[in-house]
């Protein structure tokens, strides 16, 4: 059973602190994506991968998030100093990227929450 | 670019009513639309998605959603609810490409 796993699954840490954030997309799937989910804001596309590449970070403040994809098996999402304001639900998806299916499969989140 | 609106920010039902959550996409031509659910304490899964073809859709758990492309909505139905249906539940459209656009929810609280 193909699933996104994320890690770690909750981060609780003190404002200045980096945290960093772990996802595995599924075996084969090609585009990655990074949401946060806060009750106030609701579901908000970070950034996304295509083939590694990112190809949209918009959604992302460049001055303390960054996100990467060392290699097809492992993106990342750090926050570096990480603020209040960042305590959020963070999730990974993954989706194949054939134009005719382009359905996301999400992982469980990381929730942080930052003192 | 594409954008999605949800009528409804929370919605409660009895047991056995029926369901239809509104959604609409801000502009035409070739659309791709998903409706998403979010369990609680759970991450999202896809309840159902329209490519091509039938404007009616069927998705899992006796859902089904209806692509009007005249009124630019795609929303979600279930004829009888129950309890295990509380959620949220997400309509989404892919913007050109792989970026997908989500609505901003509708929580579905189904009373017992």
């Known amino acids: 059973d193909a699933r996104v796993t994320q890690t770690p699954r909750h981060k609780v840490t003190e404002m200045g602190q980096e945290v960093t954030m772990r996802c595995q997309p599924i075996l084969g799937h090609n585009t990655v994506f990074w949401y946060r989910q806060t009750m106030m804001q609701g579901l908000e596309l970070l950034a996304y991968f295509r083939n590694r590449a990112p190809l949209d970070d918009s959604g992302m403040p460049k001055d303390r998030f960054s996100a990467e994809m060392p290699d097809a098996t492992l993106a990342t999402l750090k926050i570096q100093p990480s603020e209040p304001r960042d305590s959020a639900v963070y999730f990974c998806?993954?989706?194949?990227?054939?134009?005719?299916?382009?359905?996301?499969?999400f992982g469980p989140g990381t929730r942080l929450t930052v003192l | 670019a594409q954008s999605v609106s949800q009528h409804n920010h929370h919605v409660i039902l009895s047991e056995a009513a029926s369901l239809e959550l509104g959604c609409n996409y801000s502009y035409g031509g070739t659309v791709n639309l998903f409706w998403y659910v979010q369990y609680p304490g759970q991450h999202l899964q896809l309840l159902l998605k329209y490519f091509s073809g039938d404007p009616l859709v069927k998705g899992i758990k006796g859902f089904e959603a209806e692509f009007i492309k005249s009124k630019f909505s795609f929303n979600l139905r279930k004829p009888s609810v129950q309890w295990s249906d509380t959620a949220e539940y997400f309509c989404?459209?892919?913007?050109?490409?792989?970026?997908?656009?989500f609505g901003a929810g509708t929580r579905l609280f189904v009373k017992a």
């Open positions: 998806a993954s989706g194949s990227g054939d134009s005719s299916y382009n359905e996301q499969f």
């Open positions: 989404a459209v892919l913007d050109g490409g792989f970026k997908t656009i």
